[in-house]
Nanobody
Framework: QVQLVESGGGLVQPGGSLRLSCTAQ????????FEWYREVSGNRRQWIAS???????NYEDDMRGRTSISRDNAKNSVYLQIDDLKPEDSAVYYC?????????????WGQGTQVIVSS
């Protein structure tokens, strides 16, 4: 059974940094692309960043420059570093994994980790 577990959320002051982790209980981890989302108003999930199997990354325009996504295939883990946190970054952050494998489009979500940015 596939499981994605996020961690690293919490309370942080404005201007601070956080490193979120997503550890995946998943076979063939390196074949998956991973993304980070956050839940914004109206229960909509906003895409933040993605990293594909060869390590290429992409970022939402407003997050580019203060966000970094990375992966460690040896640890079955993906990370999201966010710097210069703002109150509007407060949200539940979700890890998402997907791959197209033998005709199947596999998609998995984690349970989320809460980030609160407040003084």
């Amino acid at each position: 059974q596939v499981q994605l577990v996020e961690s690293g959320g919490g309370l942080v002051q404005p201007g601070g940094s956080l490193r979120l982790s997503c550890t995946a209980q998943i076979s063939d981890f390196s074949t998956y692309a991973f993304e980070w989302y956050r839940e914004v108003s109206g229960n909509r999930r906003q895409w933040i960043a993605s990293i594909v199997s060869d390590g290429r990354t992409n970022y939402e325009d407003d997050m580019r420059g203060r966000t970094s996504i990375s992966r460690d295939n040896a640890k079955n883990s993906v990370y999201l570093q966010i710097d210069d946190l703002k109150p509007e970054d407060s949200a539940v952050y979700y890890c998402f994994a997907e791959r197209l494998w033998k005709g199947d489009h596999e998609k998995y979500w984690g349970q989320g980790t809460q980030v609160i940015v407040s003084s």
